[in-house]
């Protein structure tokens, strides 16, 4: 059963689809998914919300290239975002594209109401515009007459345009920084976003008249609504706004089903859109975070709506030390490493290799070396022997013994107590490696049990294998659910060798007395974990 009074609700962002998806879009998604498995596994109400952003000068100017309609370029590469995140199992409630009926309606409705509120006004813009990066610039903020984002250069645009009061909420933003010391995280990235506002905010120009790839202004069509403001309002649609304010005759549930969206999923949101504004989590990349901590809670506090409880700007990964770039060249596609690897030990290597923040190099020969060693030879060989052993010397059956190791399980507590924290603190690598080196612990406890030294017909050796085996195959369980929201396929695979329900399949961790009672048999078949690799990557065979 859901625990229906805990909400949580975690997003990443939404991809922009002028080009295929790489793997800093895998990196924020994937990190989102692991909450998303750990929070249900723990009994949560789990929203998880990824999606592409679709509209804006960007897109239209790739469409254009390539000889094709915006939209047009949308449906092709959103499919392999969709692709993507299939292949990595990702386990998200909702890909909401800004494309989407419901998401229109959305992004015209706040804009109306903002409107209606005073907190949007027309009026003139004269400024610099970086349109890879879609961002209104300051004079004094280029860089050599430049993007300082990007480098590339700006285009001076003058036109009539909406605009967002910002002004008019620094201090209320300040004070909610201020006083939600987990809002921006990590901690280190507090100062920028802080310095950025005390150099006063100047109301942000949120529509625009030269292109037309965009949402209409209702009631006043020549402006379209700036793709950042469309963008943002994309967690607002996500959680069923449509639906929360609905005092203006909008026919829910025709137009939401017209939109394409899941009825039930959304009869779930009807009532519940404060509770996940009410613990909702952004995942999103570094570059990012200006949108997410100023513009947004901006938004959000204008609509008074719940502002988030965090926004975790993750790092950049580079390539082999360098920025990844197509016109170097070395851009990692995850679908090839996919391919070749299997999608856990991608997911394993991102979650593992950097601290979650900071930024991570990716190079194949540490990932092979992971491969190997972490996966294969310890994960992998220490539950094929487990399991081969438990067949061996007792036909499957997990023995009962009233002598467990307590340090394995003394450990396994540990590491499971700690869960909670480290989940809140987003730190992936620190439960990774806290896992294997659980691992390992059970691995050098066979090894200097030596079971296969073990004279079965010895009253006492054999009541010591009981415990050995016994011990293991519990420690192998919680292994089973440590791993799960990284590696949820292994998990799977574990779980139905060792013939307990998958927690993908809404398995919950029980109590390993409870789940290995007296003849309780694991399953007869064997599935491989990971295969091993030779060092140029291919798998061997046999
Ligand atoms: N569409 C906006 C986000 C709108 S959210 C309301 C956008 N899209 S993006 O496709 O350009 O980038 C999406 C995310 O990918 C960003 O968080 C960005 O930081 C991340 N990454 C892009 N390249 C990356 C790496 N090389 N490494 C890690 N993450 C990177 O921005």
Not at 51 to 73: C, N, Q, V, W, Y
């Amino acid at each position: 059963m859901k625990n229906k009074g805990n909400f949580f609700y975690i997003t990443t962002p939404i991809y922009y689809v002028n080009d295929v998806p790489h793997i800093g879009h895998a990196y924020s998604t994937v990190s989102a998914d692991i909450l998303a498995r750990f929070k249900r596994l723990s009994g949560f109400n789990v929203l998880f919300l990824t999606g592409t952003d679709e509209h804006g000068l960007k897109i239209e100017k790739e469409a254009l290239s390539r000889g094709i309609f915006p939209k047009e370029l949308a449906d092709n590469v959103h499919i392999k975002f969709k692709e993507l995140f299939n292949s990595l199992d990702i386990s998200y409630d909702r890909f909401i594209r800004t494309t989407d009926e419901d998401h229109i309606k959305t992004v015209q409705k706040v804009f109306s109401e903002l409107i209606s509120k005073g907190d949007i006004y027309l009026s003139d813009y004269e400024g610099w515009y970086c349109t890879p990066c879609e961002t209104f610039l300051t004079e004094k903020s280029l860089l050599n007459g430049n993007c300082p984002e990007c480098g590339r250069p700006v285009e001076r645009i003058k036109e009539k345009s909406y605009f967002l009061r910002l002004k008019k909420y620094e201090e209320k933003l300040l004070k909610y920084i201020d006083e939600n010391p987990d809002f921006i995280k990590p901690s280190f990235r507090k100062n920028e976003v802080v310095s950025f506002i005390k150099e006063g905010l100047n109301d942000l120009s949120v529509s625009r008249t030269s292109f037309k790839w965009g949402i209409p202004v209702s009631g006043d069509d020549e402006h379209i609504i700036y793709v950042w403001f469309d963008a943002l309002i994309n967690y607002l649609t996500g959680a069923g706004y449509l639906n929360y304010r609905r005092d203006d005759g909008y026919d829910t549930e025709n137009d939401l089903t017209d939109a394409g969206v899941n009825a039930d999923a959304n009869a779930d949101n009807e009532n519940n859109f404060i509770n996940y504004f009410d613990n909702l989590h952004h995942i999103i990349g570094k570059d990012i975070l200006k949108f997410h901590t100023v513009y947004w809670p901006i938004m959000l506090l204008a609509l008074d709506i719940p502002l988030p409880k965090t926004v975790f700007a993750h790092g950049w990964w580079l390539m082999d030390g360098k920025k990844m770039s197509k016109s170097l060249g070395n851009v990692v596609n995850p679908v090839e490493i996919i391919n070749t690897y299997g999608e856990d030990p991608l997911r394993y290597y991102l979650m593992r290799e950097v601290t979650f923040g900071l930024d991570g190099d990716f190079t194949l020969k540490n990932f092979i070396t992971r491969y190997n060693s972490e996966l294969a030879n310890d994960l992998g060989n220490l539950v094929s022997r487990l399991l081969a052993m438990l067949r061996k010397y007792r036909n499957g059956v997990v023995p009962m013994s009233s002598e467990i190791n307590t340090d394995l399980i003394a450990n396994a507590l540990n590491l499971r107590d700690s869960l909670d924290k480290r989940y809140e603190n987003f730190e992936f690598s620190k439960i990774l490696e806290d896992a294997f080196l659980f691992i390992n612990k059970i691995n050098k406890y066979i090894n200097d049990s030596a079971p296969w030294k073990i004279d079965v017909n010895n009253e006492t050796e054999n009541k010591f294998l009981d415990s050995v085996l016994r011990s293991s195959v519990i420690s192998v369980y919680y292994v089973s659910y440590f791993i799960y929201p990284f590696m949820p396929g292994t998990s799977d695979k574990i779980n139905f060798m060792l013939n307990v329900k998958r927690f993908s399949d809404g398995g919950k961790f029980l109590v390993p007395d409870d789940v290995f009672k007296e003849g309780f048999k694991i399953s007869d078949e064997s599935v491989m974990l990971f295969p091993r690799l030779n060092i140029s990557g291919s798998k061997n065979q046999g």
